[in-house]
């Protein structure tokens, strides 16, 4: 089947993100990226602390086909490059969004989990993540420390795995493949 694939931009009134969700199924998907899972990706985050309540894992990934559905456009592939992910990472710090967190994408923003830090793997200065060198670079990596005891035990239980964004992109058409061929670049990309 044939199947078209969009590059997420980001412009003046498309900006990026509106919230950081702490979801089940990690993915991504459109112009209001609610990035929720239509395809299993193997890509979670993990606990690096336990006694500090600390997790880390991925955010974006930089060329990933991610698989959507919807009724304006039916089946087709979302991709996001390297350079976006910079800009995104920008534009979520300075309209200081750093800090803003759902679970499940409820729109209702939950106390008691604060980013620690945020990173993008690069060639030179931080070439790949601990227990993710699978991912490639220029995936944008964020460590958020979370004091909220639900939050926390919904964690510790594998209910939450894995960070998902809210956020506003522009997309734009960068061609059609089988989805034989994309299913094959995902697994290159994610092994």
């Known amino acids: 089947m044939q199947v078209p694939i969009y590059k997420l931009t980001l412009s003046e009134d498309k900006k990026g993100l509106n919230i950081l969700s702490l979801v089940d199924e990690p993915a991504i998907m459109e112009e209001w990226v609610k990035f929720n899972n239509q395809k299993e990706i193997e890509t979670k985050f993990s606990i690096q602390d336990e006694e500090q309540r600390i997790i880390f894992g991925p955010v974006l990934i930089p060329d990933l086909p991610v698989y959507r559905n919807d009724k304006k456009r039916g089946s087709y ?4 490059e390297k350079e976006t992910i910079v800009q995104f990472a920008l534009n979520s710090s300075r309209d200081n969004k750093m800090n803003l967190y759902d679970v499940q994408h409820s729109e209702q923003p939950v106390d008691g989990v604060v980013m620690l830090e945020q990173v993008i793997t690069d060639e030179k200065r931080f070439p790949h993540a601990v227990g993710f060198e699978h991912l490639p670079v220029g995936t ?11 939050v926390w035990n919904r964690i510790k239980n594998r209910e939450l795995n894995g960070y998902s964004i809210d956020a506003v992109f522009g997309i734009e058409p960068v061609e059609i493949l089988d989805d034989k061929i994309i299913d094959s670049e995902i697994k290159n990309i994610l092994k």
């Not at 944008?140 to 979370?146: E, I």
């Open 77 to 80: 592939y979302l991709t996001i």
């Open 140 to 150: 944008l990596f964020r460590t958020s420390k979370v004091v909220n005891e639900d």
